[in-house]
């Protein structure tokens, strides 16, 4: 799988916020620790495409435990974080309330670490698009460099 960005964000501000804290606690059945999407900076009229943000935080319930003296945000929370951004893009492209469980994850690949204090921007595009089931290419950034890529599979339950 290529590392190549799978939308071009060089023309999206990403200091805006296009759905706020709020709304994403609104659409999001997770909450408290394991709310990993902080808010949409950019998404289309569509919904297709979507840019989210999570800042990871130092005070964050895994950071003393996974790599103690050398915290790294775990790849599976990586994923849950894009999986977040997806569900919202789906529950807003379908107007849908109910629960987004998601369902495969394939092609993944970890290209970089990612420590508290590093703000992962999260980029989703739907590839395959149904009323009940989606298929997203997602990617991490970092500084502007990819850490992690994926397909990421998600029907309503």
């Known amino acids: 799988m290529s590392a190549a960005l799978v939308i071009d964000i060089s023309e999206i501000d990403l200091t805006k916020v296009a759905i706020s804290a709020d709304e994403v606690g609104e659409m999001l059945p997770q909450c408290g620790d394991m709310r990993h999407l902080n808010h ?10 979507g840019v989210g943000v999570k800042y990871v ?16 945000l775990p790849g599976v929370l990586m994923i849950e974080a894009a999986a977040q951004l997806c569900s919202i893009m789906f529950r807003r492209k379908t107007g849908q309330d109910g629960f987004l469980g998601f ?36 990617q991490g950034l970092v500084r502007g460099r990819v850490v992690f890529d994926g397909q990421i599979t998600g029907m309503t339950i």
């Open 40 to 49: 949409i900076i950019y998404h289309t009229d569509d919904y297709s495409q």
């Open 57 to 72: 935080r130092d005070d964050e319930f895994w950071v003393p435990y996974h790599i103690p003296g050398r915290p790294l």
């Open 103 to 138: 369902t495969r994850c394939d092609q993944v690949s970890f290209r970089g670490q990612v420590e508290p204090g590093d703000d992962l921007i999260l980029i989703q595009d739907c590839l395959k698009f149904g009323k009940r089931r989606m298929v997203c290419q997602t």
